[in-house]
């Protein structure tokens, strides 16, 4: 991370709601400047909320009726003058048309809600092209990371936050006190330079999930050319057995565990690797390189995917038996059974074997969703950190070792050796602390305290 990084707090997008002096006046009246889908969509919200709204459009008598009937729909001009906060609801390349009305805008605050159609797109943000058409005006970024339909059936139904900047800290706490009313969670996001990140928000398509899902296809991959050989290609090229209806089920499904439990190895061997170099360095303080702090930051990802593979594995094993190549392969055994005279082809081992391999694995996935579950953020929130780390923590390191025997079942052995080493080497560290001594803080030792003391 750069050192500039250093400086920033880590608490810098700081939340407005439950500031009471962000109660909104009662009967504010709020403009809208637009007709599409986003303006229609904002103007029922707002008047759903107890504002007035004036809508301003170019062809009032068309759009009328696409507007809720409390709504005002009038020409541009004539709504630009009957409020002071205006929602400019037009594309970034329509700005230029509102240039004639620059000296009614004068003074008041002209809330951007647009987004581009690129990450980057223009060298300068929409917000800040805005407020260079209009310097008279006070310009604020908000509301663009609201889809229309979250904006139609309220908050509850979709993100709950508004992202907010602006160079005014008046203006931003008026919009501030519109979107809490509205039912939305307003976000101060800093001053206008933040308009460019604000609006490339929208247009990353999961951008935590990234290289976790790259990390799951290529382990993916590899385990499933691995078993394709095994499975597949040795017994055509030694035997010239054709085994390729083994691909679309079986050899997938094979892979699915091996790449469930690698993945989920992935999740915790970064929390040891962690701890391993605070007690190396004997402190906490001292910033982990990139690389460890990156993977630290997609945990949540990996295990998420991990829990996706198991899943997929308990519901490809469960159509094993409607395959009709398993059908066939009864009724080949039955036969061989009546050529062979044999009454009876009872295993006791492997009936047990079997029994309690798919018991152990109910099990896995049962304490594998429990853990996908906690980690999603609605219901880690109802948790406190003694329940959460019981959950991600204790129910971790016993479950893998229940079922690190049917893993031997099904997986390759190198996968179950990794995640049984890494399970060990959690335990190791965690049970058998390397230091005696506490850790020390960064100007411990004589160096001087901050605040002007000496640490001892």
């Given at each position: 991370?750069?050192?500039?990084?250093?400086?920033?707090?880590?608490?810098?997008?700081?939340?407005?709601?439950?500031?009471?002096?962000?109660?909104?006046?009662?009967?504010?009246?709020?403009?809208v400047l637009g007709s599409g889908d986003f303006a229609r969509s904002l103007a029922i919200r707002l008047v759903c909320s107890g504002f007035k709204v004036v809508v301003g459009s170019r062809n009032p008598k068309r759009?009328?009726?696409?507007?809720?009937?409390?709504?005002?729909?009038?020409?541009?001009?004539?709504?630009?003058?009957?409020t002071d906060v205006i929602f400019v609801a037009v594309f970034r390349e329509h700005y230029s048309t509102l240039c004639d009305l620059a000296d009614v805008l004068a003074g008041k605050i002209l809330v951007d809600v647009?987004?581009?159609?690129?990450?980057?797109?223009?060298?300068?943000?929409?917000?800040?092209?805005?407020?260079?058409?209009?310097?008279?005006?006070?310009?604020?970024?908000?509301?663009?990371?609201?889809?229309?339909?979250?904006?139609?059936?309220?908050?509850?139904?979709?993100?709950?936050?508004?992202?907010?900047?602006?160079?005014?800290?008046?203006?931003?706490?008026?919009?501030?006190?519109?979107?809490?009313?509205?039912?939305?969670?307003?976000?101060?996001?800093?001053?206008?330079?933040?308009?460019?990140?604000?609006?490339?928000?929208?247009?990353?398509?999961?951008?935590?999930?990234?290289?976790?899902?790259?990390?799951?296809?290529?382990?993916?991959?590899?385990?499933?050319?691995?078993?394709?050989?095994?499975?597949?290609?040795?017994?055509?090229?030694?035997?010239?057995?054709?085994?390729?209806?083994?691909?679309?089920?079986?050899?997938?499904?094979?892979?699915?565990?091996?790449?469930?439990?690698?993945?989920?190895?992935?999740?915790?061997?970064?929390?040891?690797?962690?701890?391993?170099?605070?007690?190396?360095?004997?402190?906490?303080?001292?910033?982990?390189?990139?690389?460890?702090?990156?993977?630290?930051?997609?945990?949540?990802?990996?295990?998420?995917?991990?829990?996706?593979?198991?899943?997929?594995?308990?519901?490809?094993?469960?159509?094993?038996?409607?395959?009709?190549?398993?059908?066939?392969?009864?009724?080949?055994?039955?036969?061989?059974?009546?050529?062979?005279?044999?009454?009876n082809i009872w295993v006791e081992e492997e009936v047990w074997r079997m029994e309690i391999y798919i018991s152990v694995g109910i099990i896995a996935l049962g304490l594998l969703s429990l853990l996908a579950i906690t980690?999603?953020?609605?219901?880690?929130?109802?948790?406190?950190?003694?329940?959460?780390?019981?959950?991600?923590?204790?129910?971790?390191?016993?479950?893998?070792?229940?079922?690190?025997?049917?893993?031997?079942?099904?997986?390759?052995?190198?996968?179950?050796?990794?995640?049984?080493?890494?399970?060990?080497?959690?335990?190791?560290?965690?049970?058998?602390?390397?230091?005696?001594?506490?850790?020390?803080?960064?100007?411990?030792?004589?160096?001087?305290?901050?605040?002007?003391?000496?640490?001892?």
């Amino acid at each position: 991370m750069p050192e500039g990084d250093m400086a920033k707090p880590l608490l810098g997008h700081r939340s407005m709601e439950g500031d009471p002096s962000t109660m909104p006046a009662a009967g504010r009246t709020i403009g809208v400047l637009g007709s599409g889908d986003f303006a229609r969509s904002l103007a029922i919200r707002l008047v759903c909320s107890g504002f007035k709204v004036v809508v301003g459009s170019r062809n009032p008598k068309r759009k009328a009726g696409l507007f809720p009937s409390a709504a005002e729909v009038t020409f541009q001009a004539e709504a630009v003058k009957k409020t002071d906060v205006i929602f400019v609801a037009v594309f970034r390349e329509h700005y230029s048309t509102l240039c004639d009305l620059a000296d009614v805008l004068a003074g008041k605050i002209l809330v951007d809600v647009s987004n581009n159609t690129e990450v980057n797109h223009h060298k300068e943000s929409n917000a800040e092209y805005l407020a260079s058409l209009f310097p008279a005006c006070t310009v604020v970024k908000g509301f663009n990371v609201v889809s229309a339909w979250t904006l139609q059936s309220g908050a509850r139904d979709g993100n709950k936050q508004v992202l907010i900047c602006s160079n005014n800290q008046e203006a931003k706490r008026t919009v501030a006190e519109i979107a809490q009313v509205m039912g939305f969670t307003p976000v101060d996001m800093g001053c206008m330079s933040s308009a460019c990140e604000i609006e490339n928000i929208p247009l990353r398509l999961l951008p935590a999930w990234k290289i976790p899902i790259l990390l799951a296809l290529g382990l993916f991959l590899c385990f499933f050319t691995y078993n394709l050989i095994r499975q597949v290609i040795h017994p055509y090229i030694r035997e010239q057995k054709n085994k390729l209806y083994k691909i679309p089920i079986e050899v997938v499904n094979t892979t699915l565990p091996c790449v469930a439990y690698v993945m989920l190895s992935l999740v915790y061997l970064p929390g040891v690797l962690a701890a391993c170099s605070q007690l190396y360095y004997g402190t906490k303080y001292r910033r982990f390189p990139d690389w460890l702090d990156q993977w630290l930051q997609h945990r949540k990802q990996i295990g998420l995917l991990s829990f996706f593979c198991a899943a997929l594995h308990a519901v490809y094993s469960l159509c094993l038996p409607m395959r009709r190549s398993h059908r066939y392969q009864l009724i080949e055994t039955a036969v061989k059974q009546v050529m062979w005279k044999k009454m009876n082809i009872w295993v006791e081992e492997e009936v047990w074997r079997m029994e309690i391999y798919i018991s152990v694995g109910i099990i896995a996935l049962g304490l594998l969703s429990l853990l996908a579950i906690t980690s999603l953020p609605s219901i880690a929130n109802s948790l406190n950190w003694r329940e959460f780390s019981f959950i991600q923590v204790k129910l971790t390191f016993s479950g893998p070792h229940t079922d690190h025997g049917g893993q031997r079942l099904t997986c390759h052995p190198s996968t179950s050796l990794l995640w049984h080493g890494n399970c060990k080497l959690c335990t190791g560290v965690k049970g058998k602390p390397c230091r005696s001594t506490p850790l020390r803080a960064p100007w411990s030792h004589g160096t001087p305290h901050p605040g002007g003391d000496t640490e001892r």
